[in-house]
């Protein structure tokens, strides 16, 4: 059973400080990676999504690299606003026997930029 | 604005009560999803629907029962809740239920009593 886990689940950081987040997961047996961001009352925004083929994903501040072999991934953040304050959720999508996908969500870390 | 609109956006029920929450897509997707998410819990998928059929119910209690009418709309009626069931109740959808991003709704809160 796939599981996955972010660390740390809450982080608060001045503004302008670059920053880690990080996602592992148990099954490296995964066909992609996502980031998402959760905010109050908002819903889910997808941040980035890394095929297994690829180690990293790009946009914007964000960069995201994936090490399949050793289930891991991190999603860097850079010069950190307040805006950036939300949850920051990792899911990994596997293939299943016999056809269809499931996604595999971990718990999220809540990140806080202050002024 | 995500093109997945969620109504109610807060419900508060009782153990006897029936209710239902709706989902509905402006994007043309095929399939559509519930989530739950628990406090403190990852989000747990519960059904999938993919050109109106159900193609996937994870173990799911039959107090929760969905309903797809059509690609663009998802209800999931609710009827003897318990309190351990109060939750974000998350809606999205995909262009087919496949590898594509998911769109999420923002969410129905339900607390029940």
């Known amino acids: 059973k796939q599981e996955v886990t972010q660390i740390p689940a809450a982080l608060s950081v001045p503004e302008g400080e670059n920053l880690v987040l990080n996602c592992s997961f148990t099954d490296s047996a995964i066909y992609n990676l996502q980031w998402f961001r959760q905010d109050p009352g908002k819903g889910l925004t997808s941040l980035l999504l890394i095929q297994s083929s690829q180690r990293e994903q790009t946009s914007g501040r964000l960069n995201a690299s994936l090490d399949k072999s050793s289930g891991r991934s991190t999603l860097y953040i850079a010069a950190s606003q307040p805006g950036d304050s939300a949850t920051y959720l990792c899911a990994v999508r596997r293939i299943l026997t016999g056809g269809g996908n499931k996604l595999t969500f971990g718990t999220g870390t809540q990140l806080k930029v202050e002024l | 604005e995500t093109g997945v609109t969620q109504t109610p956006r807060h419900l508060v029920m009782g153990m006897t009560n029936k209710k239902s929450l709706k989902c509905e897509q402006h994007l043309g997707h095929n399939a559509m999803y519930w989530y739950k998410q628990s406090a403190k819990k990852p989000l747990e998928l519960m059904f999938v629907y993919n050109f109106k059929e159900q193609t996937e119910n994870n173990s799911v209690p039959s107090r929760f029962s969905p309903e797809c009418p059509n690609s663009s709309h998802l209800f999931l009626h609710l009827h003897t809740l318990q309190p351990e069931d109060s939750a974000l109740y998350l809606c999205?959808?995909?262009?087919?239920?496949?590898?594509?991003?998911?769109?999420f709704g923002p969410g129905t809160r339900l607390l029940v009593l």
């Open positions: 999205a959808s995909s262009q087919h239920q496949g590898q594509e991003t998911q769109y």
